[in-house]
T-cell receptor, first 115, second 117 residues
């Protein structure tokens, strides 16, 4: 079975450019999470969706960040305009909210570098 | 709010030895779940093991076991017979139930394990 799929795996962009990260959750999972990982701040939850509806976006750093989940099999995280401090690894994870354990399965991550 | 504490930034162990990675948690909930994830140098996050707060026995998954001490609020990961491939970052996490009824995971800061030959 396919796991969580993220694209691109690596992204290098210049400051001020728009960046769009994509995620396809595991089929059948109804919760989706976006995380950011940096050396300084560790693993931060940015936003999560349940049944395509954003539930908690308190981790989104500022208005430059936005996330959408138009259907159960696709989500995007957009940064516009991007800044060097946005450089990080961005993970998408999915889970079955009605499961007993509720473990999250992570994608391989997108390594973003903003110059 | 729930909190996860991993006090060991780094641990060293020799191949074939056992190692314990510490994790303590803080919660007022009666029902909760604890998780361990592994992050190798390639970067992906791999789910290892889970312990529910009402589980009477410590969870085990192959060479991984979770030493769950509820009174001490600790959920240490024990890796037996360490292998070179165990070198990675390890994260402890707790399931948090929000006021809305939805759930999310709260992660610790991680412990980097290095296994030497």
């Amino acid at each position: 079975d396919a796991g969580v799929i993220q694209s691109p795996r690596h992204e290098v962009t210049e400051m001020g450019q728009e960046v769009t990260l994509r995620c396809k959750p595991i089929s059948g999972h109804n919760s989706l999470f976006w995380y950011r990982q940096t050396m300084m701040r560790g693993l931060e939850l940015l936003i999560y969706f349940n049944n395509n509806v954003p539930i908690d976006d308190s981790g989104m750093p500022e208005d430059r960040f936005s996330a959408k989940m138009p259907n159960a099999s696709f989500s995007t995280l957009k940064i516009q305009p991007s800044e060097p401090r946005d450089s990080a690894v961005y993970f998408c994870a999915s889970s079955l909210a009605t499961g007993v354990i509720y473990e999250q399965y992570f994608g391989p991550g997108t390594r973003l570098t903003v110059t | 709010a729930q909190k996860i504490t991993q006090t060991q930034p780094g641990m060293f162990v020799q191949e074939k030895e056992a190692v314990t990675l510490d994790c303590t948690y803080d919660t007022s909930d009666q029902s909760y779940g604890l998780f361990w994830y592994k992050q190798p140098s390639s970067g992906e996050m791999i789910f290892l093991i889970y312990q529910g707060s009402y589980d009477e026995q410590n969870a085990t998954e192959g060479r991984y076991s979770l030493n769950f001490q509820k009174a001490r609020k600790s959920a240490n990961l024990v890796i037996s017979a360490s292998q070179l491939g165990d070198s990675a970052m390890y994260f402890c996490a707790m399931r948090e139930v929000l006021n809305t009824g939805f759930q999310k995971l709260v992660f610790g800061t991680g412990t980097r394990l290095l296994v030497s030959p």
